[in-house]
């Protein structure tokens, strides 16, 4: 493979490995396609949907348990004006969704942690937090589905 290190230390593509550029090592739908066994008209599909911006693109799917990581499910129910501050604490954190709710709960969020003891800390956390009148962690037990396709419902189902 040719030198293409530039004065700066940088490869002329701004990579500072000196790997050729991720697109290059990722190839086109066709060359993804042949790795992973889908078909050419799947590849033509999305090269097009790559194209129209649909696809910008792609997700390692990681196996949490595998990695020791534990998930839960936080509930949180904040004082009059505090939901949006203890979600911003979450998404610095733990927090892999969060969101702003309506009705009991103001925020929810699921979280990754490397251990129970911090799960416990988090949970103690937001039970001294001024801000929080009260709060729910429910652990996952099994993924279910995680990071897959979402099905839209329709008005009629």
């Known amino acids: 493979m040719a030198d293409t290190d530039s004065s700066d230390g940088g490869s ?3 990579r ?4 050729p550029p991720l697109d290059a090592i990722r190839g086109d739908p066709h060359d993804r396609a042949t790795v992973t066994a889908a ?5 033509d599909r999305l090269a097009a949907l790559e194209r129209a911006g649909a696809v ?23 004082h009059h004006g505090n939901g949006t501050t203890v979600a ?4 610095d954190g733990p927090g892999m969704a ?5 009705g009991r709960f103001d925020v929810v969020a699921v979280c990754r942690f490397p251990s ?6 988090t949970a103690t956390r937001l039970a001294s937090d001024p801000r929080v009148r009260g709060h729910r962690v429910a ?17 009629g189902d």
């Not at 078909?39 to 590849?43: L, V």
């Not at 911003?88 to 998404?91: C, E, G, P």
């Not at 969060?98 to 309506?102: G, H, Q, S």
């Not at 652990?139 to 008005?155: M, Q, W």
């Open 12 to 14: 002329e593509d701004g």
């Open 39 to 43: 078909d050419a008209a799947t590849a």
């Open 56 to 78: 910008e693109g792609y997700v390692p799917h990681v196996d949490y348990d595998a990695l020791g990581l534990r998930t839960a499910l936080l509930r949180v129910d904040a």
């Open 16 to 19: 500072e490995d000196g790997e």
């Open 116 to 121: 129970t003891a911090a799960l416990e800390r």
């Open 139 to 155: 652990v996952a037990r099994h993924a279910v589905v995680e990071d897959g396709p979402l099905d839209v419902v329709g008005d």
């Open 98 to 102: 969060v969101y702003r709710t309506c």
């Open 88 to 91: 911003d604490d979450l998404r």
